[in-house]
Each structure stands twice: as C-alpha cells, then as structure tokens.
Antibody, heavy 115, light 109 residues
Framework: QVQLQESGPGLVKPSGTLSLTCGVS?????????WSWVRQPPGKGLEWIGE???????NYNPSLKSRVTISVDKSKNQFSLKLSSVTAADAAIYYC????????WGQGTMVTVSS | QAVVTQEPSLTVSPGGTVTLTCGSS?????????PYWFQQKPGQAPRTLIY???NKHSWTPARFSGSLLGGKAALTLSGAQPEDEAEYYC?????????FGGGTKLTVL
C-alpha cells in the first residue's frame, strides 16, 4: 500500500522560503508518473500548486509559478516543494498527492507564516 | 488562468438525488480535461471519488456517479446518506495546469 508523508517546518517567517518534502513509501516513486502538491488555507478551498513527473518535468499553477519549485529525489524516494517570498496568504495545510488518479494523498501538514 | 465554478451549497434529503456541477470559464468541459471529484470531511484530507469524468475508485460508493452534462462535469448522488454530508471539489486539467473549483458544501437534511 503506497503511503505519502509530508514533512517540514510548521512555521516560516514572512519573506522566507517554505520547504516541504513528501516521502513515498510502499512503492518506488517512478511507479507513478506524476506527483502533485495541493494546499488549503484554513476554512477555504483547495488550490493546486503544481506537479512533477518522476523524470523531473514540472507543471505549475500560473499564479504561483514565479515562486514555486518542485523537485524529485529518486534516490530518497521523495519529492519536494519550495515556495519563496511567503506571506500570510501562504499559510495553509499543504498536501502531497499522486496525480493521475489522485488516489493517494498525504495527511497534510499545516504551515504558519509568522515572525 | 481558468476559473472553475461549482455551486457553493446544496441540500439533499436522505435517500434523495442531487447533482453537483463543475463549469469552466474557458467553455464546455470536455473529457479531455479529465474531471475529478473529491470529497472532503472536516479535519480530513480530500478523498477522490471520481477520476477521468466517470471512473470510480474501489472505495467509491456505488451511489456516486460522474458524467458530462450540459457542458459541465457533473457528480450525481443517488440515494443520499447522512455520511455524504461533506464538501465536494472538482478538478479540471488544462494544457499545463490543473484548477480546483471552489467547492460545494453538501448538506443532507
């Protein structure tokens, strides 16, 4: 059974960079073609951030594209999210998920933006 | 960026039928946008019910079905149960991006 686990700091300073990792267990990361990051501000809806193919190709939300980098580390069976120049508007639960059928989701990790 | 629209809220009676829709600002929703439907309950991660317009996962209750209807993607719930009360989100794929709808809060009452 494939499982995803998000990890990273729960608190980021304004103007800083948010960095999260999604560990994949139960299968090789290359067994599923695309992997996504999704976020949800408290009390609000879901927002697709972007996705990465296991070869490294990426697609990003145009509204976040200038600040987002998604990368994959096949040796560690994980993929990562970096979001730069964060503001309070970036505070959210961040989920990683398998694209394609979106059948696998992490439990989510809350990130707060505060000095 | 495209905007994906959903009904903000709907109410269905227990045992009743309700259809949630998902529209696109770019025009009619097509199967090539691989419509997804997600269910999210408070404090939980989203769970995919439908992918590629009408395909179900093994955990998707049979009372849920997906289709294209009148230029939109549609999620039909036939025989609503109290446990179906939740937020429902659709997701559409565009050339190099995906966009979620704003969500529909479904009340079973």
């Amino acid at each position: 059974q494939v499982q995803l686990q998000e990890s990273g700091p729960g608190l980021v300073k304004p103007s800083g960079t948010l960095s999260l990792t999604c560990g994949v267990s139960g299968a090789s990361i290359i067994s599923i073609n695309w992997w996504s990051w999704v976020r949800q501000p408290p009390g609000k809806g879901l927002e697709w951030i972007g996705e990465i193919y296991h070869s490294g190709s990426t697609n990003y939300n145009p509204s976040l594209k200038s600040r987002v980098t998604i990368s994959v580390d096949k040796s560690k069976n994980q993929f990562s999210l970096k979001l730069s120049s964060v503001t309070a508007a970036d505070a959210a639960i961040y989920y990683c998920a398998s694209s394609g059928t979106f059948n696998i989701w992490g439990q989510g990790t809350m990130v707060t933006v505060s000095s | 960026q495209a905007v994906v629209t959903q009904e903000p809220s709907l109410t269905v009676s227990p045992g009743g039928t309700v259809t949630l829709t998902c529209g696109s600002s770019t025009g009619a929703v097509t199967s090539g946008q691989y419509p997804y439907w997600f269910q999210q309950k408070p404090g939980q991660a989203p769970r995919t019910l439908i992918y590629d317009t009408s395909n179900k996962h093994s955990w998707t209750p049979a009372r849920f079905s997906g289709s294209l209807l009148g230029g939109k993607a549609a999620l039909t719930l036939s025989g609503a149960q109290p446990e179906d009360e939740a937020e429902y989100y659709c997701l559409l794929s565009y050339s190099d991006a995906r966009v979620f709808g704003g969500g529909t809060k479904l009340t079973v009452l």
